[in-house]
């Protein structure tokens, strides 16, 4: 891992010491699942459940807070099945799906929430019609029950048609009263109201968090990392961690630590677990 300061460097320091107050909050696709083709193939990284059991039991919880249909992320990543062997040591894990808008927890394993907005059958119907006029009619689209998503990386050129179709699927959401969240190649659509920076405020709450790290790797997580800087600013143990990549910067100038990739987050995941375990003993 690569700290992106001296202040980085403190606020882990501190995070180790607030560790069995701290809320661990992370992504999924890109940070503990690899960025693959075909999302339906995202899985879990295969260390990522020994990690994440072992982190839970020095920390106050853990969340994967995604854009994915809370179901897709709890199958692709036997959530499930980590959540039981949370729940086993006496934690917590918690799921947020679509960004937010879908709840499930290691007690309680029903996913709870609302209906498909308005506007996003009619955004359907005529999505097909901008995707031609954007030369990306062969863009894969994903039915994600509370929003869609448009995924350009299966197109031969798959950056230049991102570009393209951005500016013209902004305009087609604002017109039925969706926003868009822009991603690495995909660009969801959505309703408003709700990012990941609610949840990391809420869980901080609604958890009396005395710290909180989150962990994600691009555009959708920028909200997340601002909410973290503001409970930074309320004197809660905080740390940003970004899972970089060479598609997707964004979230390099707001972070303290830099990892590559899932293996990269585990790794500092199982330090971090390591190091609180050891100032406890």
């Known amino acids: 891992m690569e700290f992106t300061s001296v202040r980085a460097e403190q606020r882990y320091a501190a995070l180790v010491r607030a560790a069995a107050e701290t809320v661990v909050g992370l992504d999924f696709d890109g940070t503990l699942s690899p960025i693959v083709d075909d999302p339906e193939q995202a899985h879990i990284h295969p260390g990522a459940r020994e990690v994440l059991v072992d982190l839970a039991a020095q920390v106050a919880a853990v969340a994967v807070v995604t854009g994915r249909p809370a179901r897709q992320a709890l199958d692709l990543g036997g959530l499930e099945e980590v959540g039981n062997a949370i729940g086993a040591s006496g934690k917590e894990l918690y799921l947020f799906g679509q960004y937010g808008n879908e709840r499930w927890s290691s007690s309680n394993h029903r996913v709870i929430g609302p209906r498909p907005p308005h506007g996003l059958a009619t955004f359907l ?4 019609r901008t995707l031609r006029q954007a030369g990306a009619a062969g863009a894969f689209v994903e039915e994600k029950g509370l929003a869609v998503a448009v995924h350009t990386r299966r197109l031969a050129e798959p950056e230049a048609a991102f570009e393209r179709l951005l500016p013209a699927l902004r305009t087609l959401a604002s017109q039925h009263d969706l926003v868009v ?9 959505r309703s408003a109201g709700m990012h990941k920076g609610l949840v990391v405020e809420r869980l901080a709450e609604e958890l009396g968090a005395g710290g909180f790290l989150f962990a994600g790797d691009d555009l959708g997580d920028v909200e997340a990392f601002e909410a973290v800087a503001v409970l930074d600013r309320a004197g809660l143990a905080t740390l940003r961690v970004c899972s970089a990549s060479d598609e997707e910067s964004a979230l390099v100038p707001l972070s303290d630590v830099l990892v590559k ?6 790794g500092l995941l199982a330090q971090l677990t390591a190091d609180a375990r050891d100032l406890r003993a």
């Open 261 to 266: 990739g899932p293996e990269g987050v585990l």
């Open 125 to 128: 119907r005529d999505l097909a």
């Open 181 to 189: 969240e822009p991603g690495r190649n995909v660009i969801e659509v």
